[in-house]
């Protein structure tokens, strides 16, 4: 498969737990060819390049570490719904400011979200 054949992924990447736990799951479902990872900032940003990738029709899968939802809120400047949307404070990752991730919760958090999405590896 092409990796212009999976689905894309954004995610939080801000300063929190959460925010990191997102960018760790984001991460490893590009690593290992579940989806292709794109860059948020840029579509939030206005580059063309990347928010011409976001419309491209490609399924979206987009991760948030809290409520704030800031990955969602940048694809919606651009009128663009995920597939699918997660927050991670839905599945109970807790955000603190000024500590790494839990290695564990991110990759419970990442094999939930595969079940969810019917995504596999």
Do not use: W
């Not at 801000?14 to 760790?24: D, I, P, R």
């Not at 409520?67 to 699918?84: D, G, T, V, Y």
């Not at 990752?93 to 590896?121: C, M, R």
């Amino acid at each position: 498969m092409k990796r212009t054949d999976l689905p894309l992924v954004y995610s939080c990447s801000g300063c929190s737990s959460a925010a990191q736990t997102a960018n760790m799951i984001a991460i490893k479902m590009d690593r290992e060819n579940i989806a292709e990872m794109s860059c948020i900032a840029g579509v939030g940003g206005d580059v063309k390049p990347l928010v011409r990738t976001a419309k491209s029709g490609r399924e979206i899968i987009a991760i948030d570490g809290c409520s704030l939802a800031c990955c969602k809120s940048c694809l919606a400047r651009h009128e663009i719904q995920p597939k699918h949307h997660f927050v991670l404070s839905d599945f109970n990752i807790p955000k603190i400011i000024g500590e790494d991730p839990n290695p564990k919760h991110a990759i419970n958090t990442y094999k939930q979200i595969l079940k969810l999405t019917n995504l596999s590896y």
